[in-house]
């Protein structure tokens, strides 16, 4: 008998379906089951659904149905606040376009040389997945043609909002036709979000979804501190409590760099994710810690949107959220699909004010604990299990991940089981390697060839200028 949420009661290709199924889709999510039937319909819509809730299948399938193949032109727009969600998103969509052939997914985001994408829309796409500042630049220099869009997407666009994107959504929309499809996406529903869906959107329908995060998976333990001693207070935590990975949250930027200071200077491997990081910056934070060559990220809320850590063992509030609703964005990405999460937060008398706000929507007293109750005594380090390389040539060279990974096996070596993530930018290669075989696996890799060319491949700790 099929279940009323699996995606078999959707009227999708059998094509489609085989390819959801391959990909691990069993059953749909709270907001797929709600949102998926009125998008598929053709109806505009108005979706509330927070991060990790499976909203981007929500919307790619429904945009993905109405693609024609056959017509190389852009017939799809999403608009993500972030660059690191666009790529996110873009993957994703990738993944479940697989059952029809040669659809092209492209990312069009800032931070990176324009050059490179203007070449790529010569070239034509699909699908088209980008930031909203980099899109309105391609439109005003008439590099990318809108007129047989179908569907515009905006994802998280609440956050769009708050970054100041309003003028540029108004405008890329303008651009569309007007017998479109729009799908909103939303985790809040500020009135910006009213005001905005009643300029260009045609009587949509709205669906709202709870948050999948179960908030008994996640232990919440509080931490009051006096300001001189928050910084220290994390690494102190940190060594008695020896997550395997943990986001610390921060609410500027300056405070993001003291605290990675103050970690490394305890011996505490932390790299941060800020808004004033270069790009190519970024890319390597973020490979260094999905591949577990770094435990600690210490991030800005605007810094981590739309990231989606697999099992996040701990989240750190170095700072108490200026918005309430931020801290349940926080400490939902740890405790996910079954698993424990920890969220550890940190609050002085000055912020017990925002503290009450938490109470008040969480429905629950805070309980507190003192630092003295974490073990003083406890030395042990906290080492990420990995250490990443970085091969000099990536997709530009066509290397792929198997290349890397037979180089290190059959050549040089290595177990499959010491080798890690294998990320291939445009330009560089990136292995997680186990820490106790880096030194040899990097050796090999600069005496030896990697699809039967020399490289030249360095370590990575942190950042590099």
């Known amino acids: 008998m099929t279940s009323a949420t699996s995606f078999s009661t959707l009227a999708l290709p ?38 990790g809730s499976g909203k981007t299948a929500a919307f790619a399938l429904a945009m993905l149905d109405k693609l024609n193949p056959r017509h190389f032109g852009v017939q799809c727009l999403v608009l993500c606040p972030t660059r690191e969600l666009a790529e996110q998103v873009a993957v994703e969509t990738r993944r479940l376009a697989r059952a029809e052939e040669n659809i092209k997914v492209l990312t069009v985001v800032g931070g990176v040389p324009v050059r490179n994408q203007l070449a790529s829309l010569e070239h034509g796409a699909h699908v088209i997945v980008g930031t909203p500042g980099r899109v309105m630049d391609l439109l005003e220099r008439e590099a990318l043609d809108l007129s047989g869009l179908k569907t515009l997407v905006l994802d998280e666009a609440d ?15 303008s651009a569309c036709p007007k017998t479109r499809q729009t799908l909103l996406f939303s985790a809040t529903y500020p009135e910006g979000i009213a005001r905005l869906s009643q300029q260009f959107m045609r009587n949509p329908q709205t669906v709202k979804v709870e948050s999948r995060h179960d ?36 609410n500027t930027r300056q405070q993001c760099r003291d605290l990675v200071d103050v970690l490394t200077a305890e011996g505490i491997q932390a790299i941060a994710l800020h808004g004033d990081l270069e790009q190519r910056d970024r890319d390597q934070v ?17 810094a981590a949107r739309g990231l989606d850590i697999a099992k996040l063992e701990c989240v750190v509030n170095v700072d108490v959220t200026y918005e309430t609703e931020q801290h349940i964005h926080r400490i939902g990405r740890t405790g996910r699909a079954g698993e424990e999460g ?8 000055e912020e017990m004010g925002r503290v009450g706000n938490i109470e008040v929507l969480q429905g629950a007293a805070t309980k507190w604990h003192t630092l003295d109750e974490l073990d003083a005594g406890s030395d042990k380090p906290l080492v990420a299990p990995m250490v990443t390389l970085q091969i000099l040539g990536g997709r530009k060279e066509k290397i792929r991940p198997g290349d890397v990974l037979g180089a290190l096996t059959k050549d040089m070596g290595f177990d499959g089981a010491q080798i890690g993530k294998i990320n291939v930018t445009e330009m560089s290669t990136y292995v997680a390697v186990e ?9 090999r890799l600069n005496s030896g060839l990697v699809k039967g060319k020399r490289v030249r491949a360095r370590r990575i700790e942190g950042i590099t200028e």
């Open 215 to 250: 908030a008994a998976q996640i232990r919440q333990l509080w931490y009051e501190v006096r300001p001189t001693e928050r910084l220290h207070a994390v690494g102190r935590l940190l060594r008695h409590y020896q997550p395997a990975s943990t986001i610390a949250f921060c």
């Open 159 to 173: 956050r769009m909002l708050d970054m100041g994107f309003v003028d540029d959504i108004k405008a890329v929309a």
């Open 342 to 349: 920890l969220a550890l937060n940190l609050a002085s008398l």
């Open 286 to 302: 973020l490979i260094q810690f999905a591949n577990r060559s770094c435990s600690v990220l210490v991030a800005t809320d605007v």
């Open 14 to 51: 059998p094509a489609v379906l085989a390819n959801l199924t391959q990909l691990g889709y069993l059953e749909m999510t709270p907001i797929q089951a709600a949102a998926l039937p009125v998008a598929l319909a053709g109806h505009d819509l108005l979706a509330q659904a927070k991060t």
């Open 435 to 443: 820490r106790a075989i880096a030194d040899k696996a990097l050796a």
